[in-house]
């Protein structure tokens, strides 16, 4: 069974810090994309940042700067390290994976190309 798990959400202060982790089974993810997704109450899900099988990393605006996603193949897993939280980050985030043999600064903005999703953490941010 091929599975996503993330872990780490919960509440924090704004200008606080947190880490999300995202932990894979049933097959290995060393050649995919791993990307991280968020979606707030009313809002559409939107890309938040990802990296490539060869650790180039891409940020959407809102985040540079503040997020640093980081990844160990040996462990199957992926990391998500939120600084300087803001309460407009309050959202439930996901992490995904694609396994297709391409990647760029726009393809990995785009859900539909992702192939693994996990069930979600949600992240509260308190003003």
């Known amino acids: 069974q091929v599975q996503l798990r993330e872990s780490g959400g919960g509440l924090v202060p704004a200008g606080g810090s947190l880490t999300l982790s995202c932990a894979a089974s049933?097959?290995?993810?060393?050649?995919?994309?791993m990307g991280w997704f968020r979606q707030a109450p009313g809002k559409e899900r939107e890309f938040v940042l990802a990296?490539?099988?060869?650790?180039?990393?891409y940020y959407a605006d809102s985040v540079k700067g503040r997020f640093t996603i980081s990844r160990d193949n040996a462990k199957n897993t992926v990391y998500l390290q939120m600084n300087s939280l803001k309460p407009e980050d309050t959202a439930t985030y996901y992490c995904?994976?694609?396994?297709?043999?391409?990647?760029?600064?726009?393809?990995?903005?785009?859900?539909?190309?992702?192939?693994?999703w996990g069930q979600g953490t949600q992240v509260t941010v308190s003003s």
């Open positions: 990296v490539t099988w060869s650790g180039n990393t």
């Open positions: 049933g097959r290995s993810f060393s050649s995919a994309t």
């Open positions: 995904a994976a694609h396994t297709t043999p391409y990647s760029s600064s726009t393809w990995s903005t785009i859900s539909d190309n992702y192939d693994y």
